[in-house]
């Protein structure tokens, strides 16, 4: 009788274990169902993203490109330049980095551009200098340059003779001049005698080079940048490719990144221009912005006035909305009205400006500058 019983209670237990297991099965059962359903979901509305959300190309919207030709390469210094798009104004322009540009550091030290091209942080001592950020880095070699430029000849144009050290000696060019396509990595990366020489045929080279690339029939054109596009690295190929047809539009302006020579204890250097980088390259940056803003209106009628000022005030680290009209063209001086932050501001604008007063503007937001123009300032006055 006793072993019945424990055999009866042996079999209950048993069938109330089975059911316990049972029924935890069917809980994880049950939630592992929901974890797929939502990861199903979730996996479609990705996908479904994907395939709607249409990328877009550097071309459609403003950009700083940092461009770099033969970091690396044995036996060759490397050139380099920034190509800047203004969407608004639709323009291109490619400012050459000299050799001998002077940079600052991360701890406020200066450094060579040649030393900062052969670090691994030569993008962020570009950040640096121009204080905004690069939005794309192409890194191509010299054969790249070649290629873009079909192997052609280049005819170089230089507004000043330049002594460069190539082939062992030191050899003039002046005026414009035939530049053999084996020639042209060796010049670009050959040092100056004199030191604006190298500075200046980099940057007047380069311009050949891109308008010779212009001229290139369009089939060869597109083929050359889909095959340079396939390899570079640290950029998506189809930015690469939008990037390197801008390059080669034709339309691309060449100068040097704005900064001004000086000698200093023997060596010749580039001194950085704050007021000009933030003209021409901080300000059109997509993501360009500023606690002050300065608005400019036009209160004497005169035709363009008011974007003659706006120009002359781009150095200024301040936003310039588009200009317009005053509440009348009867202002007979010229009138700068500041928030009480913006006094600053308002000082730097009358300086630049030579003319005008400044007023409280107690009514205007924090931060905001409005410069009315008046008929004491004309457009001849801004040249």
């Known amino acids: 009788m006793t072993r019945r019983t424990e055999g009866y209670r042996s079999q209950r237990l048993a069938k109330r274990r089975s059911a316990r297991n ?104 570009v950040e640096r200098a121009i204080h905004a950020k690069v939005d794309y880095r192409l890194d191509l070699t010299y054969d790249d340059l070649a290629k873009l430029t079909g192997g052609q000849d280049l005819w170089v144009e230089l507004e000043e003779p330049v002594a460069l050290g190539t082939e062992g000696a030191w050899r003039t060019y002046e005026g414009r001049f035939r530049l053999p396509a084996a020639e042209v990595a060796g010049v670009l990366s050959a040092d100056g005698e004199k030191g604006p020489d190298e500075g200046a045929a980099e940057q007047h080279v380069l311009d050949a080079a891109l308008k010779t690339a212009a001229l290139q029939p369009a089939a060869e054109r597109t083929a050359t940048v889909d095959k340079v596009a396939g390899h570079l690295p640290r950029v998506r190929e189809d930015d690469a490719r939008d990037i390197l047809d801008d390059l080669e539009n034709g339309r691309v302006i060449v100068a040097r990144l704005p900064s001004r020579g000086q000698t200093s204890e023997g060596q010749f250097v580039y001194r950085p221009n704050p007021e000009e980088i933030m003209a021409s390259i901080t300000r059109k940056s997509p993501e360009y912005t500023s ?11 005169e035709a363009g006035v008011a974007q003659s000022v706006a120009a002359q005030l781009a150095v200024l680290d301040v936003n310039l909305p588009a200009v317009r009209n005053a509440d009348s063209f009867d202002y007979r001086q010229t009138q700068i009205l500041a928030a009480r932050d913006a006094l600053g501001v308002a000082d730097d604008v009358r300086a630049i400006l030579g003319r005008g007063i400044v007023l409280s503007g107690d009514q205007l937001p924090v931060g905001n500058v409005v410069v009315i123009v008046g008929k004491d300032l004309a457009t001849k006055d801004l040249q």
């Open 291 to 301: 606690k002050y803003t300065v608005v400019v209106e036009n209160g004497s009628g």
């Open 22 to 125: 049972r029924g935890w099965q069917g809980v994880v059962l049950y939630v592992l169902a929901g974890v797929v359903a939502f990861a199903a979901v979730a996996g479609a509305v990705w996908v479904s993203r994907r395939l709607t959300t249409q990328h877009v190309l550097p071309s459609d919207k403003g950009y700083i490109a940092l461009v770099t030709f033969g970091i690396g390469e044995a036996g060759r210094q490397p050139v380099a330049g920034l190509l800047v798009h203004d969407r608004d104004e639709g323009s291109y322009a490619f400012y050459t980095i000299p050799r001998n540009f002077l940079f600052t550091g991360p701890h406020e030290e200066y450094v060579l551009g040649s030393d900062a091209m052969a670090s691994g942080d030569f993008q962020a001592y």
